[in-house]
T-cell receptor, first 114, second 110 residues
């Protein structure tokens, strides 16, 4: 069945360190993946996306890696800051032409210690 | 600020009642999506509209319905409310795949 899951529910890092948040997906037909950040009391905020024909994509302080062989997605945050503290969700879309339904993982809570 | 607006921010009502949640998409976005976020179910897709037409349906209860109007704003109607309907309801909009979320409506059913 369809599922997107996160390996770790919580992650605690020191300010300035790099963070790695992982996500496993089960639908090999998924062709588009997005990472969202959700702060308390707010809606999910787009961070970065990647298509299935790519292995890596970089943004500002963030990098997403896609390993289709093992159906694994990761989000790397460089020089993590206190403002990065939030819950991070991976989400996938398959068959976009039949609708843009996002399937979300359960989320990882990132806590940044000053 | 994503550009997606939702009203109201908070809603408290009683079981058996009916409420309407409203969403205005980003300027130019034709697709509107509704999601429910609860503690035990996470973020769940409910329904998508594209330019006024229903495009995709998820785990939306029969007691729930939605529509998208000619000006592209959307409304989610929740009726015969139950305690378990208490959750955050998010609207998102998009041009293509990337969806941008609104701030949500927090619904509490007592």
């Amino acid at each position: 069945g369809e599922s997107v899951g996160l390996h770790l529910p919580t992650l605690s890092v020191q300010e300035g360190d790099n963070s790695i948040i992982n996500c496993a997906y089960s639908n090999s037909a998924s062709d588009y993946f997005i990472w969202y950040k959700q702060e308390s009391g707010k809606g999910p905020q787009f961070i970065i996306d990647i298509r299935s024909n790519m292995d890596k994509r970089q943004g500002q302080r963030v990098t997403v890696l896609l390993n289709k062989t093992v159906k694994h997605l990761s989000l790397q945050i460089a020089a993590t800051q206190p403002g990065d503290s939030a819950v991070y969700f991976c989400a996938e879309i398959s068959n976009y032409n039949q609708g843009g339904k996002l399937i979300f993982g359960q989320g990882t809570e990132l806590s940044v210690k000053p | 600020d994503s550009g997606v607006t939702q009203t109201p921010k908070h809603l408290i009502t009683a079981t058996g009642q009916r409420v309407t949640l409203r969403c205005s998409p980003r300027s130019g976005d034709l697709s509107v999506y509704w999601y429910q976020q609860s503690l035990d179910q996470g973020l769940q897709f409910l329904i998508q509209y594209y330019n006024g037409e229903e495009r995709a349906k998820g785990n939306i209860l029969e007691r729930f319905s939605a529509q998208q109007f000619p000006d592209l704003h959307s409304e989610l109607n929740l009726s015969s409310l139950e305690l378990g309907d208490s959750a955050l309801y998010f609207c998102a909009s998009s041009v293509e795949e990337t969806q941008y979320f609104g701030p949500g409506t927090r619904l509490l059913v007592l």
